[in-house]
């Protein structure tokens, strides 16, 4: 029997112990994330671009451009799952789709009251996912973190290109709107594809994060990185007139493998765990 109570003593305790290290608000809410927690967030670049471009701390300027202060890599998606109170696997993704299309009025050839249309347009594919294990140092609302991930990224991007103008034999030379690559002596350029990009990366990263409120956090972190890419083979497709019809040629691009010794990058985020 006196074993049985030393025995629920010293488990009272702990259990005290316990609940004293654990971090809460005034309301008795645990600020704090915990074994079987999830996160989610995102990176802070878009708010910093607006505050900066409000307050025209950046001159206007994003401060993602090489011309401004850099801190953030790029908008991103983040997730967590807290295996114990102090580890998470994490997992990351960046996604960017853009597409540009330009449109110019350029006078007819034969008819120069009349205008017709010249027309660019340009897309681009980006898609970055990264897996890592986090480990978390302090139990006050600044938590201390480091750990290792590694990254598959996926990226190309296509131009093409249409004109008003025809080719035809009285019009060897039909006028055209020059983008800057698209017109070569007596061709011009109808599309541009790039190989596709498959890179492949390993490191490290460490970072603070700080709990504003229970379960709501911004952080930031350094990472640095060792990787690999590789660019497929691409083309580019031209036309011209050969005297008496329109020629048309694709030409293939050669690809390229590059490898990376030294990636340092930095993100702001935001974070909310439930």
Sequence with gaps: MKKLSLFLCAGAIATTAFAQTTLTNKNGTSMLPSKGSWGVG???TPFINLLGNLTKINSGAAFSDPSSFSFTDGTSFFGKYFTEDNQAYRFRVNLSLGSNSQTNLTVKDGDPTNTV???FTAKSTSIDVMVGKEFRKGSSRLQGFYGYQAMLGISGNSSKYSYGNDYSAANPA???KDWGTNINGG???LSNKSGKTIALGVG???GV???LMPQMSIGGEFNYALGVSSTGKGSVENESWD???VQSTETETGGAFSMSSAN???NLYFMLYF
Excluded: N
């Design 243 to 245: 005297g008496s019809a």
């Design 264 to 266: 340092f990058g930095g």
């Design 42 to 44: 995102v990176s802070a």
């Design 209 to 211: 994060e700080y709990f």
């Design 174 to 176: 039909p006028t055209s």
């Design 187 to 189: 061709s011009r350029q």
């Design 204 to 206: 490290g990263f460490a």
């Design 117 to 119: 249309e010249d027309k």
